[in-house]
Every structure is written in C-alpha cells, then in structure tokens.
C-alpha cells in the first residue's frame, strides 16, 4: 500500500528525523523521508552554530561528521562504539563518590577504514544504577565535568519522551492516506498540533500536565469559552451565552 516507503522486501516505513532544542524540548528541525534511509546521512546535511552540544546515540556515528563539526566549533556527546579502535592517551581523576568509573583521552586508530584525522577525544565510563550498566561515552568536549558529561547524554531520552508523547497524546496509529504526501501532511500537522498545545501549556498559569491539556481540549472543542481564560481557570462553570458584539436580535 506504500510502495514508495522503501524498508524491507515485505514492509514499508518512514522515518521521522528530528532534531530537539534543548531550552523547551521543542523541535527546530524536522524531516520525513523512506525508513531505508540511515539516520547519519540526515545528520550529515545539519548546521549547527559555533558553540552548539549535539547529543546523539551510536545510530549517528561518523567520523567524517565529527572532524566537521570539531573543525566549525561544534561539540557532541555520544555513545562509542564496542568495536571502536582507540588508544588511551591520559586518564583524568575520576570523583570520589561518584557514578563515573573512568574519564580518559583517547585517539582513535589512524588507519581506521575511512577516518580522517581527528584531534585527541575524551571517553568518559560512567555505572548506571538503574539500569546496572555501563555507558561509554565520547565527546570533545573537555571543560566540563565528567558527570555533567553523562547529565547531557542522558538529556537525549527527551527525544524518546516527545516521540512517546506523539504517538500516545496525538493517535498516529493508522494513516488516512497511502501517498507520499498525505503521509508527511499527517506527521507535520501532529507536530503543528504539539507545539500549539505546548505554547499553550507555557501560557497558561494552571500547572497543566500535558496529556490533560489535550484531552481537555478535545472535550471543549465545541465549547463557546475564551481560550486564555479556560486555561488559567478550567474548572470554573461557563458562561451562559458567549459574549458576542456586533450582533443584534
């Protein structure tokens, strides 16, 4: 019914690449295209401004893409891969008390298949307690501490919160066209809808947990109430007639 959501033989997918401001969890960029495409080759056409952190999962590992972003200013923290070839350079003092288990310079491989020459990096192991593992993460970024490090990565599960807020808040369960077309116009006008409904979360002066904002909205939609009055007062009894001017009996 896809034919054009090129994945597997059998099944068709598109992807949803999308990028989160981190100053309200709100997307800056977004892009639709067939599930066969890999994430890097979208991340490789993203510019970032001078002084930018990038957090990113392994699923964007390129080597290339780093020296680039090094090269214009721009620092990123990620998971390293198992199969990385590195050397360790220095290892740094590690805080007593602490989650991480070793924060370490490194140098990757030069005759690494494919990888340009990169500056020194920093491999940062930091014990999960919760999920009694351990994250090896890569960065360039050296000013800050180990732990705040691990803070950013773990920043990232943000994009995985917003895209379980899509699905569960907004339905995109099933598809009211098999095009191209209707398919992006479904999955841009469910981002639409969040970034109105969270402009009106930010608004309103009533603690509103997302989901019952949404499902408010969806019981007073045919409801004759000022928007922004509803919002900070929701549980007050209407009025009995809206206030109309300019009509006449």
Known sequence: MFDWAHWRQTKGAVKLHLLLDHAGYLPVFGHVREG???DVKVAQTLDFPRGSIVALDRGYTDYKLYAR????????VTRLKANADVVRV??????????????EIIRLNP???????????????????DKQEEWVLLTNKFDLAAST???????RWQIELFFKLLKQQLKIKTFVGTSANAV??????????????????????FRWALSNLVALLRWNLFSYRNLWEWLNRPFETPPLAPDQPGLST
């Not at 972003?69 to 990123?76: A, L, P, Y």
């Not at 490090?149 to 920043?155: D, G, H, L, N, R």
């Open 69 to 76: 972003w090094i090269r214009e200013g721009v620092f990123f």
């Open 36 to 38: 066969k495409v890999g």
């Open 90 to 103: 220095k290892s740094l003092p590690v805080p007593k008390n602490s989650n991480v288990l070793r924060d």
């Open 149 to 155: 490090i691990a803070a950013i990565y773990k920043e």
């Open 111 to 129: 005759f690494m298949a494919g990888r340009p020459d990169l500056p020194d990096l920093r491999r940062i192991v930091v014990w999960l307690e």
């Open 184 to 205: 992006r116009i479904q999955i841009w006008t469910a981002l639409i809808a969040v970034l109105v409904v969270r402009y009106l979360q930010f608004r309103s002066h």
